[in-house]
């Protein structure tokens, strides 16, 4: 063999050897994928979900129970303005967590990465305010603890807006206008990777009419206090509004799904 073929066949050997190193190392690098761990139906499951259920848990006003319900293929959380929650300035029907059967329940550890999607329908009367009105939040179970992530409907230079906001650290990841998903489902894609200090991340996605509405994301921020992390569905909301967005409203909730990145 000439000179000139030996080294041909040398780079054509190197070269196809770097492409399989290479693909090796797309390969690991993509070898996470979301799996399935949570698939309920409101027709099926209905508030077996969840690991927990707030409905009035003060027992404010037992006329208009039960505030949480399924409904053909939807949860809904029904709030009146005489609804109390156990702190009298706020109101709050809940639900919580991810339940897998009777006795079991996913658990959101650190270091673990999860995901969360669904459809949700805000009808025009479950408004922006002033002050707190989370319709979900991510939070360490307990009684006391503050909120983690908190999804909210809030009044900014008197416009509605929806936000997803770190808690703690009061850091903004993603706000966009209200209006224009009032009355109609909206698509929520939510991602967290569970780390304390700069080790944890989210994603938070919108979607309506097939458009994407937001795609915002923070990483090297803190989504872990202690124990686990849980998420919590429904309305929760200040008395304490001063725009006169407060009356008697709703929220639908439909195809949640629960994954893990593994």
Do not use: C
């Amino acid at each position: 063999m000439s000179t000139s073929r030996r080294v041909l066949l040398g780079a054509a050997l190197a070269g196809a050897a770097g492409v399989a190193a290479d693909l090796a190392t797309a390969t690991s690098a993509h070898a996470a994928s979301w799996q399935q761990k949570w698939a309920p139906s409101a027709s099926g499951d209905g508030l077996g979900a969840f690991e927990t259920i707030e409905d009035d848990r003060a027992d404010s006003h037992p006329a208009g129970q039960p505030h949480i319900y399924a409904t053909g293929d939807n949860w809904r959380f029904n709030m009146h303005m005489n609804d109390r929650d156990t702190s009298t300035d706020r109101q709050r029907q809940e639900v919580t967590g991810l339940r897998t059967s009777g006795s079991s329940y996913l658990r959101w550890t650190e270091g673990q990465t999860w995901r969360v999607t669904y459809s949700m329908y805000i009808p025009s009367s479950l408004k922006a305010t002033t002050s707190f009105t989370h319709i979900m939040q991510m939070k360490q179970p307990g009684s006391g603890t503050s909120p983690i992530v908190v999804q909210s409907l809030r009044r900014v230079n008197g416009g509605q807006t929806i936000e997803l906001k770190l808690f703690e650290e009061d850091i903004l990841v993603g706000r966009t206008s209200l209006d224009p998903l009032h009355d109609r489902w909206t698509d929520v894609d939510f991602q967290i990777k569970v780390g304390n200090g700069s080790a944890g991340s989210v994603r938070w996605i919108l979607k309506s009419g097939g458009s994407t509405v937001i795609d915002a994301s923070k990483t090297g921020v803190d989504t872990f206090l202690a124990d686990r992390v849980r998420p919590k569905w429904g309305i929760y909301r200040s008395l304490g509004d001063t725009s006169g967005s407060l009356q008697d409203t709703y929220l639908l909730l439909t195809g949640l799904r629960g994954y893990q990145l593994v």
